[in-house]
């Protein structure tokens, strides 16, 4: 591939941000939809978790896969692929009749999402060779994702004010639309040219492990280390075995084993899971302590959250700006600290009037955890050559989404533990296990009960999140630590640019 001018790079590059904005937006826009669309499909309860992680397990099951299939026939090809599949599977959804019809909606639109996130990544790893012109584009890239998580709830608000929930899903069909319509004429395809195949054994295993992962720990998180999640678990880790050791017998492997030797890149792989294990985790506790203890409408509690992915236009250029002075070890240890400082401030959240302290937390913490992964994913697209970006891309995406469910059981479940542990067990058990069954049984309770029960409820909660926040801020030190060991041999980026212009490859 020949080097394109720079303004059709940037053109390019806002081609492929229409694809991980919706992608990020999707995991977050259905949590607002779910009472409307429980209303009118009546799911059983299992029926209502399917609907809400099946998009998630999929997407986390099938990004290797699709990452490794779009280096090999082509990345603009996958991600046309991609977006129609995406495209179509949400206008599917709009019109579900039935609750299986809507789960299995929502398993394409995971399919399509897996094609769009490695693809996009790897596209603008060929289009931007240039380290320099590479990690304005990471920053990007990075903002734009953090952004669309949070305007998931916004628009989803903003949406189910005024139409019904199947509008949160056609959203998405005319931005699908445009992608398809432009990609083939904006972005030049690439490939890895040495002719290899997807090995399928290979596909079902990685499946056979991401999968049962994802589950168990997201179960595990809901239900407790019960018999189901335990054995989802164990046939993950099982799978992940067999899958390292496919992938040492084959010439011609999904993953180039030999790409964990890089410092580079396996510990700002390492690291990133940890940075989304404490930007994922949480984000449960500050959604459910802006609605269900400050007592703000769902629209309202988004609105006051945008300051955070909003922070993250102004951090991420920042990290990369530090680096080129400072080796990236440094700057990503410092951002680690800066978001243990977020949480040490989440400690101080009170039960009561908190909404300043839980923003100032929020907003350090997610500043922190977004200039850290900013300059991992530069790191990681940087350490693989260009012909394996796709899979490389993959392999950051699924740490990203191991991460965020690594993050869900862990914090969950220490926040979880500390609730129910305070909240006493003279309760029902609807208010005994979460606090949002305790809200729907204060509302049932007369008068001083109900109020009572909702004061004890909501204090147990802030005591849980404040165990969260700590385990978060131990997680925050040794992530910095583990920065500063595993990358302090990378160097600077303007010294690493003047010492190699030639590092990076195009693809043909």
């Known amino acids: 591939m020949t080097s394109l001018p720079l303004r059709s790079k940037w053109i390019g590059l806002g081609v492929l941000l229409l694809a991980v904005l919706l992608v990020a937006m999707d995991v977050t826009i259905l949590y607002f939809a779910a009472p409307f669309i429980s209303a009118d499909l009546a799911p059983s309860g299992t029926q209502q978790l399917w609907m809400l992680d099946v998009y998630g397990f999929v997407l986390a099951g099938l990004l290797i896969t699709m990452g490794s299939l779009a280096d090999l026939v082509g990345r603009r090809r996958v991600l046309v692929c991609g977006a129609g599949a995406f495209g179509l599977a949400s206008a599917a959804a709009a019109f579900a009749s039935t609750p299986d019809q809507l789960i299995a909606c929502r398993a394409l639109m995971g399919l399509g999402g897996a094609t769009l996130m490695p693809s996009s990544l790897a596209l603008l790893r060929n289009l931007f060779p240039d380290d320099a012109e590479r990690r304005k584009a990471v920053a990007i890239w990075t903002g734009v994702v953090s952004g669309g998580s949070a305007l998931g709830p916004l628009l989803g608000g903003l949406l189910l004010q005024h139409f019904s929930w199947g509008s949160v899903f056609l959203i998405n069909v005319p931005v699908m639309v445009a992608l398809v319509v432009a990609a083939p004429r904006l972005l030049p395809e690439s490939r890895d040219p040495s002719g ?52 040492r017998a084959l010439t011609s492997p999904m993953i180039e084993l030999s790409l964990f030797r890089d410092a580079r890149f396996s510990g700002a792989l390492g690291v990133n899971l940890m940075a989304m294990l404490g930007l994922v985790g949480f984000a449960l506790f500050s959604t459910q302590y802006l609605q269900s203890v400050l007592g703000l409408s769902p629209l309202t509690a988004a609105l006051w ?143 001083r009960s109900g109020d009572a029960l909702l004061d004890t409820a909501r204090v147990a909660f802030t005591h849980g999140l404040h165990a969260a926040a700590l385990g978060a801020s131990v997680v925050m030190a040794f992530a910095a630590a583990v920065a500063w060991f595993t990358l302090r041999t990378v160097p600077p980026h303007a010294t690493a640019d003047v010492a190699d212009p030639e590092r990076e490859l195009v693809a043909a």
């Not at 295993?205 to 179960?219: D, E, K, W, Y």
């Not at 039960?351 to 350090?364: I, K, S, Y």
Request: aromatic letters at 2%.
């Open 196 to 247: 290899a195949r997807l090995d399928p054994i290979s596909a079902l295993l990685s499946l056979g492990t991401m999968l049962p992962l994802v589950f168990g720990l997201q179960r595990a998180a809901v239900d407790g280390l019960g018999l189901i999640p335990v054995l989802a678990l164990v046939v993950g880790v099982v799978g992940g075995v067999a899958f390292v050791r496919r992938q």
């Open 305 to 447: 959250t945008l300051p955070a992915p909003l922070s993250v236009g102004v951090v991420a250029p920042l990290a990369m700006v530090a680096a080129q002075r400072v080796r990236p070890a440094a700057v990503v240890a410092a951002c680690f600290l800066l978001a243990l400082v977020g949480f040490l401030v989440l400690l101080r959240v009170p039960a009561r009037d908190g909404l300043p302290v839980a923003l100032a937390g929020v907003v350090l913490t997610t500043m922190g955890l977004a200039g850290a992964m900013t300059l991992l994913t530069d790191l990681i697209l940087g350490a693989a050559p260009a012909e394996r970006a796709g899979a490389a891309s993959a392999v950051a995406e699924t740490g990203q989404e191991l991460g965020g469910a690594i993050g869900v059981a862990v914090l969950g479940s220490i926040g979880t533990a500390v609730y129910r542990h305070d909240v006493g067990g003279g309760v029902p058990h609807a208010a005994h296990e979460t606090l949002g069954g305790a809200v729907e049984v204060a509302r049932a309770l007369p008068g």
